[in-house]
C-alpha cells in the first residue's frame, strides 16, 4: 500500500478520493475484528492495512500494521474520540466474488436508496442469512461511506456490493425479479420464494412504475392491518428477505 500517503488516507472520507484510490476506510475494532474474519475467506481483504497507535501495536491478525502517532491517528479519524485503529479496505475486494458462488446467490437490487443506515442495517440482514449480493442503482448512497460502514457493524466485509447497476443491466442479469409494492400478490405466496432478484424504491419514492415494467418484475405485497400506507426500507427488506429463506 505504498502508494496510499497518510494525506490521501485522511482524503478517503470524500467519495472522489476513495473512487480515485480504490480504498475507504472502517474505523474501530469492531469492525477490523469482522475485517479480520472476513479475510480468512475473501483473500482479497488480506490487501488491506492497518494504521494503529501503540495501543494497537500487538493487535493479532494477518493484516499488515503500520503504528502511527496519537496526534496523526486524531487527523485520519472522523470521530470524536479517535479508538486508535482504522483499516484501509480495497473496495475491489468488497465486490468480488468467485463465479460459482455467483451463480448460486441471490440478488437485492436498491433503486437510489438514499439513507446510509437503512442500507447498513440492510447489509446486516444480508451477511446474516448468507447467499445474497447488494446492487445499488446510479444515484444511490456511496455503501463506502463511513455511515453506512458503521451501521453495517462489519457486515459490509461479508456481502458483495456493486455500485451503479442500471436497470437494464439488471434485466440481462437476472430472469425472476421480485418487487415489493401496495397492490401485489401476498408474500406468503409460492411464486416468491422462486425469486432471485428482490427490488427496492427510494426511501420517500418508492418504486418507479418504468422501472417495474422495464424489469418484468412481479410485483409482491406485506400483508398489513391498513393503518399505514408504508414501511420503513430496512423493515420490509428484513421481513421479504425472511419470507424468501423461510
Not at 500500500?1 to 473512487?19: A, P, S, V
Not at 499488515?64 to 470524536?80: E, F, G, P
Not at 427510494?202 to 410485483?219: F, H, K, Q, W, Y
Request: aromatic residues 6%; neutral net charge.
Amino acid at each position: 500500500m505504498g502508494e496510499l500517503t497518510t494525506d490521501l488516507i485522511r482524503k478517503l472520507h470524500q467519495k472522489k478520493y476513495r473512487q480515485q484510490a480504490g480504498y475507504f476506510l472502517a474505523e474501530g475494532e469492531h469492525l477490523v475484528q469482522e475485517l479480520e474474519k472476513a479475510s480468512a475467506f475473501n483473500v482479497a481483504l488480506q490487501a488491506s492495512e492497518l494504521l494503529v497507535t501503540e495501543r494497537f501495536e500487538g493487535w493479532p491478525g494477518r493484516l499488515r500494521k503500520r503504528v502511527v502517532s496519537d496526534a496523526l491517528m486524531s487527523k485520519l479519524s472522523d470521530t470524536r474520540s479517535p479508538q486508535g485503529i482504522i483499516a484501509c479496505v480495497p473496495i475491489a475486494a468488497i465486490q468480488s466474488c468467485s463465479g460459482a458462488a455467483e451463480k448460486a446467490e441471490r440478488s437485492v437490487y436498491f433503486h437510489e436508496i438514499q439513507d446510509p443506515g437503512n442500507l447498513g442495517t440492510i447489509l446486516r440482514t444480508l451477511a446474516w442469512f448468507g447467499g445474497f449480493r447488494c446492487l445499488l442503482s446510479p444515484g444511490s448512497v456511496d455503501p463506502f461511506n463511513s455511515k453506512v460502514v458503521r451501521a453495517s457493524m462489519g457486515a459490509i466485509f461479508h456481502v458483495p456490493v456493486e455500485c451503479d447497476i442500471t436497470p437494464g443491466q439488471l434485466q440481462l442479469r437476472h430472469a425472476d425479479i421480485a418487487c415489493l409494492g401496495m397492490q401485489g400478490e401476498s408474500l406468503k405466496s409460492a411464486a416468491f420464494r422462486h425469486s432471485r432478484c428482490l427490488v427496492f424504491g427510494n426511501e420517500a419514492r418508492g418504486l418507479p412504475s418504468d422501472l417495474i415494467s422495464m424489469t418484468g418484475a412481479t410485483v409482491y405485497s406485506i400483508p398489513g392491518s391498513g393503518a399505514i400506507d408504508s414501511l420503513n426500507l430496512a423493515s420490509a427488506v428484513n421481513m421479504s428477505i425472511y419470507e424468501l429463506m423461510r
